[in-house]
Nanobody, 116 residues
Framework: IQLVESGGGVVEHGGSLRLACAAS????????MTWVRQAPGKRPEWICT????????YYASLGKGRFTISRDNTKNLLYLQMESLKPEDTALYYC??????????WGQGTQVTVSS
């Protein structure tokens, strides 16, 4: 499988970013997809998950109300729209196919840095 994240960068406190993840090598529309992040020196944090058809979404409290997960099964793309970013959101952001407990199911990540 291949998962390639993009869209990271440096943004000011309160700013927005939209991450994308291009998926290939598996039946994207048949798999729930997840975003995970990891800050330096910290354990990975689950952010959100979306069902195969996009009809169900689940969020950790860290992103609820600020982050929105979506997908385009016609293009094999997964998205994470992030609003009202805070310095504590600074991390490497990964997309993952389920089961996301298996590290082999993650992409390489895209860095998000929020300046204070």
């Amino acid at each position: 499988i291949q998962l390639v994240e993009s869209g990271g960068g440096v943004v000011e406190h309160g700013g927005s970013l939209r991450l994308a993840c291009a998926a290939s090598g598996f039946a994207f529309s048949d798999v729930d997809m997840t975003w995970v992040r990891q800050a330096p020196g910290k354990r990975p944090e689950w952010i959100c998950t979306i069902s195969t058809d996009g009809g169900r979404t689940y969020y950790a409290s860290l992103g609820k109300g600020r982050f929105t997960i979506s997908r385009d099964n016609t293009k094999n793309l997964l998205y994470l729209q992030m609003e009202s970013l805070k310095p504590e959101d600074t991390a490497l952001y990964y997309c993952a196919r389920e089961p996301s407990t298996e590290r082999n199911n993650w992409g390489q990540g895209t860095q998000v840095t929020v300046s204070s």
